[in-house]
């Protein structure tokens, strides 16, 4: 039997935070989530009424922060028309259930809308660049400032602090997400200024010399990314002592991660993750998942729990009820300590709630 039954995401209720009942509503979710065994709600909605409906079930509540290696404050998204958006019933109707399952989505009138935080407008020079240098965004890129700089790093730990103090949640997950690649797979900022002369007085190289996958230039990024842990760490502490803090990773192969600056043996290494949630994404095979598990167990060496986080949400998921227990067997046979689905409106929409309890009794 796992050690822990997660679960990732809102509640699904009729309200939302802003609405003066909202809290009228969680007892019965919550409820509901403890009678298939949940132990622990990760995500959540980052307010104090989940936590304390959650609490008076023996739920545990670690609302998570997105978070890329380099943080992203702003983006040129492209957005989509969808013919998805001309149902007839209404969204939620078993009628239109039914025709999204057999409809093939056709997309339309692409468009681009930029974004960027306050924080990154008033601070241009914590900006990180890719290898061309330019401030433009083509589309579907991100805006990311770099850790280099501590008050970058600063200004993200806050957030961090801020969401725990205001859920007073039982801890707090970095969620790792994918950010800006290229072809090879490895991330493609880092060559602002800054980080360009830290690396050349540590290596006596120029990066703008070496592929942006060379090792050492990778690995001299990655130390960023585990220095910003270190510190977000130590702050969630301070906050409180007790607090669990812990960080998901899309589940790759292991020569993968460092390609994204997630050099997680270091995390676990270093003491600097109470937990490690492995997250099976949008890859449902089952050989991949014993693979890419079974490394992180083995690594982990029993010094930090290792979670499986199985997703049923997004495209290429488990969204097969057999297929979903199938991955829980073949996560516990790993090694693992504990086991969960992704996310919480999958999860209603899929009926996966006694597939949640049988996850449990494994």
């Known amino acids: 039997m796992p050690e822990r039954l997660v679960l990732w995401g809102p509640p699904v209720v009729e309200r939302v935070p802003a609405d003066p009942d909202y809290a009228e509503f969680l007892p019965g979710w919550v409820q509901k989530c403890a009678d298939v065994g949940v132990a622990k709600i990760i995500g959540g909605d980052k307010t104090l009424a ?4 959650a609490h ?16 992203r404050h702003g983006s040129a998204r492209v957005r989509y028309g969808w013919s998805l958006d001309f149902l007839r019933p209404p969204v939620t109707a078993d009628e239109a259930r039914a025709i999204m399952d057999r409809h093939r989505p056709i997309f339309d009138n692409p468009q681009v809308g930029t974004s960027m935080t306050d924080f990154a407008r008033q601070n241009p020079q914590y900006r990180s660049f890719t290898r061309d240098r330019s401030y433009t965004l083509q589309p579907g890129e991100d805006l990311y400032l770099s850790p280099a700089f501590p008050e970058v790093r600063a200004e993200q730990t806050q957030l961090f602090v801020e969401t725990l103090a205001q859920t007073q949640g039982d801890g707090i997950q970095v969620e790792f997400v994918l950010g800006n690649e290229d072809e090879n797979g490895a ?18 190289e120029d990066p703008f010399d070496l592929p942006n996958d060379d090792r050492d230039w990778l690995q001299f990024r990655a130390d960023y990314v585990t220095l910003a842990l270190t510190e977000m760490r130590a702050a969630v502490k301070q906050e409180n002592p007790d607090a669990v803090f812990s960080t998901t990773l899309i589940a790759g192969e292991k020569d993968d991660y460092l390609k994204l600056l997630h050099d997680w043996p270091a995390w676990i290494e270093q003491g600097l993750i109470d937990e490690f949630y492995i997250w099976f994404r949008t890859n449902s095979d089952l050989d991949a998942l014993e693979r890419q598990l079974g490394h992180a167990v083995d690594v982990a060496a029993g010094r930090t729990p290792v979670i499986a986080e199985l997703s049923c949400y997004h495209p290429g998921s488990f969204q097969q009820p057999d297929l979903m227990l199938r991955a829980a067997e073949v996560a516990m046979g790993c090694g693992a300590d504990g086991v ?18 049988k996850m449990g009794k494994l």
């Open 50 to 53: 989940l936590t304390e409906a």
């Open 56 to 71: 008076a079930v023996g739920i545990k509540v670690d609302p998570y922060v997105n978070y890329n290696s380099f943080p």
């Open 340 to 357: 969960g689905i992704y996310r919480t409106h999958a999860v209603a929409q899929l009926d996966f709630w006694s597939v949640l309890e």
């Open 187 to 204: 991330v493609t900022y880092g060559y602002e200024d800054r980080t360009v002369a830290e690396f050349q007085a540590k290596h006596g």
